[in-house]
Nanobody
C-alpha cells in the first residue's frame, strides 16, 4: 500500500519560515518524480515545486528564490523549505509522486498570518 505522509505544516508569521516533509512508503522512491502542490480556498491546485529522480528541480515563479525542494532517497523523503513566507502562500500543501502512476498525500495546512 502506497502512503505519502506529509508533516511540518502550521501557523507562521509573514516573513517566517517553515519546512515540510513527505515520507513515502510502498514505492521505489528513487524512481519517482516528487512534487509539492498547494491549494488555497476557492483556487485550483497548483504545482509549487518538483524534483526529478535525477535531482533536477522546477519551481513556480511565485516561489523562486524563497522555496527549496530536496529529496533524501535513503529516507524515502522529500522536503520543502519555505522562507520569506507571504500570506498568499497560505494553502493546503500536498505531496505528489509520479512515475508509472500518480499518488497523493492527504495534505498539510500552512497558514501565514500575523
Amino acid at each position: 500500500q502506497v502512503q505519502l505522509a506529509e508533516s511540518g505544516g502550521g501557523l507562521v508569521q509573514p516573513g517566517g519560515s517553515l519546512s515540510l516533509s513527505c515520507a513515502a512508503s510502498g514505492i521505489i522512491f528513487s524512481m519517482y518524480t516528487m512534487a509539492w502542490f498547494r491549494q488555497a480556498p476557492g483556487k485550483q491546485r497548483e504545482l509549487v515545486a518538483r524534483i526529478a529522480s535525477g535531482g533536477s528541480t522546477y519551481y513556480v515563479n511565485s516561489v523562486k528564490g524563497r522555496f527549496t525542494i530536496s529529496r533524501d532517497n535513503a529516507k524515502n523523503t522529500v522536503y520543502l523549505r519555505m522562507n520569506s513566507l507571504k500570506p498568499e502562500d497560505a494553502a493546503v500543501y500536498y505531496c505528489h509522486a509520479s512515475y508509472l502512476r500518480d499518488y497523493w498525500g492527504q495534505g498539510t495546512q500552512v497558514t501565514v498570518s500575523s
